[in-house]
Each structure stands twice: as C-alpha cells, then as structure tokens.
C-alpha cells in the first residue's frame, strides 16, 4: 500500500513540474524590456563615441594676426606742427581692430597695446616669430600739401598681394573720402616680414576734413570693422582674370591694381644709414674734416640738390 502511495506521489510531482515548464513563455515572447535586459552590452569603440570631423592642419586659414599700431612712446608720427598725433589715433584703430578679429575666432597678437616706443627690428621680430600668421600695420597719412587726402595700403611681397587687396577693397570703399589704391613699397616693416603684411594709412591727419572723421570714435570703428573684414574674406581675392566678372556680380574681392613705388628710399632704413654714416664720420681725421670744410658752398648745394630723393606724401 505504501508503495502505491509512493507512486502516486511521484506521478503528481511530475504533473505539476510540467505544467510549469509549459507555462513558461518561448524565448521570442520575452518583453522589449526583458531583451534589453539580458543582452549582452557591446563595448563602444572610439570612432562610435567621436565623430568630430579634424580639419587638416595644412588646409586651416590662418588663425593668428599681428596687429602693429604705428610709432608709439616718442615717437610721435606725422610731421612737425601736426595737431592731431598719428601715434594716439594709430592705436586706437588698432585695439579696436583687435576686438572685431577676436570676435571673428581669430588669435590677436599686438606689437604695442599701449603709448610705448617699439623698435621696428623687434616689430618685425614678433611677426616672424608667428609662421603661419599674418601682418597688419596701422598708420595714419601726413603731407605739407594740406589737400592730400584718401586711404592708402601698401605690401611688398607677392604673397601679401591679396591681403592688401581685400583690405583695401573693403576699407576704401566704406571710407567717404578719395581712393589712392594699393602700392608696393619696400618699407622696413614690409620687407623684413616673411608672412603676408600690409600697412593701411588710414587717411590724412594734415586734411581738415580726414583729421576731423579721424577723431570721431564711430569712424574709427568704421575703420576697424573693413580692416577686419578684409583680413576674414582675404580667401576671396580674384585672380586678374575674373576681376571685372567679379566686381559686376558683386561675388568675391577682385585683385587690386597696385603702383609700384619700391625705387623710392625707405626713410626707416636711411635713417638708420645715417645713423652708421654718422658714427664712421666721427673718426675720421681732423686734417680730413678740414679739407671737406674747404669746400664751396655751391658745391654743396649742388651735390645735395642731386642726391634728394623725390618728395612724397607718405
């Protein structure tokens, strides 16, 4: 009897087992949730978590500009019996300059930012020391001809060419005054450069009329913000060929006819010239200075009268 009994009990456990084992749901009934649950979690790569796109090195515009405020400290600017001084209107242009750049993206570097005198070799040396950057020199114009006026920019190498165009495209044409185009000059601070530079003579201080619109802060702004804009679209420049399509479309900057000037002496570097002229003089003998001294003042004059450079209003 106990073993039928036995048997029994047996037979109903294993009806019960089966009925729980049939009552599971199938593995593809599992709920969204569930799967998600008892997956198995993939590791992430790193191109899955960073999909920033890198930009080649060689294909970036260049990002750092060097702005140089003209003369500064003693150094005043203009010419004699100029009432406004270049060197105060010089970095004010530039500083504002400096803040439409750095609003664009760019990285600002200034040679002065403040009323000091910086030599022209270490202005030339902080623009060196930047490989990939680009140059703009900040001045204002002067002349004993009270009448001269317009805005000027000057570069010197080929490579500066459509820096100086954009910005002089943009700067002249913003600028109610006349247009004296783009030149090519070799001043110190142009040519000992070995990145694109230009210098922008911002108008005449000895003009009644520039003087006057040089001293207004919202022209000056004006100034910075063409400046800025010619440096931002400088990528733009035509090439001569699509110039006029260009200018008629109102599409790009178009390359900038320029007047070649480099036959005219540098004033930086005579002065320095005769700086060095100076000091071989002082020891020469007295028997020689005599002799030189002997000569007439005819002669003089004349030889002078030969050697003076052209005048010019820069």
């Known amino acids: 009897m106990l073993k039928y009994f036995l048997n029994f009990s047996f037979l109903l456990a294993g009806a019960f087992i089966a009925t729980a084992v049939c009552g599971l749901p199938a593995p593809s009934s599992l709920s969204s949730r569930e799967k998600r649950a ?5 590791t992430p790569t790193p191109a899955a978590q960073q999909r920033t796109v890198i930009v080649s090195e060689a294909n970036r515009p260049s990002t750092t500009v060097v702005i140089d405020a003209g003369h500064g400290g003693f150094d005043r600017g203009g010419i004699p019996r100029q009432l406004v001084p270049e060197k105060t209107m010089n970095l004010d242009v530039a500083q504002r300059l400096k803040a439409v750049l750095t609003a664009y993206g760019y990285r600002v570097v200034m040679t002065r930012d403040s009323d000091v005198f910086v030599p022209l070799g270490t202005r030339v040396a902080i623009a060196n020391s930047y490989r990939d950057a680009i140059f703009v020199c900040i001045h204002f114009n002067a002349a004993p001809r009270r009448s001269a006026s317009g805005i000027e920019t000057y570069f010197y190498s080929s490579q500066s060419l459509p820096l100086a165009s954009a910005i002089h495209y943009y700067v002249a044409g913003g600028a ?3 247009n004296r185009g783009v030149r090519r000059r070799g001043f110190y601070v142009l040519r000992k450069t070995t990145i694109p530079s230009v210098l922008v003579e911002c108008g005449f201080l000895t003009n009644a009329t520039e003087a006057n619109y040089a ?8 100034l910075a913000e063409e400046i800025g804009r010619g440096v931002r679209e400088r990528s733009l420049v035509a090439s001569t060929s699509a110039a006029n399509r260009l200018a008629a479309n109102n599409t790009g900057v178009p390359l900038q006819p320029f007047i070649d000037q480099t036959h005219y002496r540098d004033p930086d570097l005579a002065r320095s010239k005769r700086g ?6 002082s020891s020469r003998s007295t028997s020689s200075k005599r002799k030189h001294s002997s000569d007439s003042d005819s002669g003089k004059i004349s030889k002078k009268k030969k050697s003076a450079p052209a005048q010019t209003e820069d």
Do not use: E, F, G, I
């Not at 060095?276 to 003089?281: A, V």
């Open 215 to 222: 001293q207004s802060a919202s022209y000056r702004q004006k």
């Open 276 to 281: 060095k002229r100076s000091s071989k003089s």
């Open 38 to 42: 008892v997956a198995p979690r993939a």
């Open 176 to 178: 109610p005054t006349s």
